[in-house]
């Protein structure tokens, strides 16, 4: 893969978990607090505003910038994310997933999950049987409180797909959530 073309990739994946583009300082300055908290290892703010065209810039980040970048990100390194992303982008319609996955059939009733993505949307789900889920709280999607629904694996990058969606009398065959960009974080909350 044309690693100029994965680099944008890479941006735009951090811009999707961000929730929008950094186009100011005080933005390229927060993301770079961002990743030295989340990663414990820092990109300078020059590095960030090279990266994302706000200073003009001929070259190629380092090798420890884009590992820092990939890792901000939930992938092990830039050769893991070159790895996910050219798999994702070929004609290949299969590939391995390296980031956080749960398998809900090993969850127990009243284990809850916090999921967030893009524009601030998230919801917490609790288990109220096998692979059967309650939305305790909604924030800017469509899932309500109160929906139950049927659930068996959720992964970091990747949509969320429900099915058998009961919201009192009314029943939904389905819902898919997180399309763009997938899913930002799966927080497990044991009962």
Wanted: glycine share 8%; charged share 20%; with cysteine.
């Amino acid at each position: 893969m044309e690693k100029n073309l994965a680099l944008e990739a890479l941006v735009g994946i951090t811009n999707n978990n961000l929730g929008y583009i950094p186009s100011t300082p005080t933005e390229f300055n927060e993301l770079s607090r961002m990743i030295q908290k989340k990663t414990g290892r820092s990109i300078s703010l020059s590095s960030i505003k090279r990266i994302w065209g706000y200073v003009k810039y001929e070259g190629f980040p380092s090798v420890t910038t884009l590992n820092n970048l990939a890792q901000y990100n939930e992938f092990k390194d830039w050769e893991s994310f070159l790895m996910s992303h050219s798999t994702q982008n070929s004609d290949d319609d299969s590939g391995f997933i390296e980031k956080s996955l749960i398998n809900t059939d090993s969850l127990n009733v009243g284990d809850r999950l916090s999921l967030s993505w893009n524009n601030g949307k998230s919801c917490e789900i609790e288990c109220i049987a096998h692979m059967r889920f309650r939305v305790n709280e909604s924030h800017n999607i469509k899932l309500e409180a109160g929906d139950t629904f049927t659930l068996h694996t959720l992964c970091v990058g990747h949509p969320i797909y429900v099915s058998d969606i009961e919201r009192g009398d009314l029943h939904v065959a389905a819902y898919i959530g997180a399309k763009k960009g997938g899913l930002s974080t799966i927080t497990h909350i044991p009962n």
